[in-house]
């Protein structure tokens, strides 16, 4: 147990529709990042939150949306999804902020959609 | 934006064998990062290399940090089956801290 928890594991819904993936970071944790695992595209980077804030965007779609709450768990919300959205998305949560190095980068199981 | 080129693509490697992996990229990182995925599974931090030249050991893995930064190469000693699984590099810094860049992913596989 990396202490990153990610619900639901697996999740089965049809284009067009929307769902929300959560993710809880480690405890003392205050930054959340979002990753899209695909089979031709590796991980991509999508956002990072860090104490609320949203700080670092990176190749996500505008159907795609997160945030992080005051208790410090983040969701991620894709909606309108399409066929290409099927993927492994991952949260991974660290203590810092926008420093290097990621001290403390830990990964949660992951969510794996699947969009038919 | 930044890339990172991990190769090779699959090893297919019997037991006892070692192992050898690069990334490069075209963009300097300030931080190297190797991990691990198991099936099913996120990955799992191996080493991390924070300095340029920099060799650091984790067991059987040793890394580098390639000089130009724009570099790192991992190695496993005396292969084992649980080694099995897919292995990425990942790079932070630069434009953006914090988050990071992986490679595509090295797929291994040992033979007992």
């Keep these: 147990d990396s202490g990153v928890t990610q619900t639901p594991k697996h999740l089965i819904t049809a284009t067009g529709q929307r769902v929300t993936l959560r993710c809880s970071p480690r405890s003392g944790d205050l930054s959340v990042y979002w990753y899209q695992q695909s089979l031709d595209q590796g991980l991509q980077f999508l956002i990072q939150y860090y104490n609320g804030e949203e700080r670092a965007k990176g190749n996500i779609l505008e159907r795609f949306s997160a945030q992080q709450f005051p208790d410090l768990h983040s969701e991620l919300n894709l909606s309108s999804l399409e066929l290409g959205d099927s993927a492994l998305y991952f949260c991974a949560s660290s203590v810092g902020t926008n420093r290097d190095p990621p001290y403390g980068y830990t990964f949660g199981s992951g969510t794996r959609l699947t969009v038919v | ?112």
């Design chain 2, 1 to 112: 934006g930044q890339q990172l080129n991990q190769s090779p693509q699959s090893m297919f490697i019997q037991e006892g064998e070692d192992v050898s992996m690069n990334c490069t990229s075209s963009s300097i990182f300030n931080t190297w990062l190797w991990y691990k995925q198991d099936p099913g599974e996120g990955p799992v931090l191996l080493i991390a290399l924070y300095k340029a030249g920099e060799l650091t050991s984790n067991g059987r893995l040793t890394a580098q940090f390639g000089i130009t930064r724009k570099d790192s190469f991992l190695n496993i000693s005396a292969s084992i089956p649980s080694d099995v699984g897919i292995y990425f590099c990942a790079g932070s810094g630069g434009t953006s801290y914090g988050k990071l860049t992986f490679g595509q992913g090295t797929i291994l596989t040992v033979h007992p």
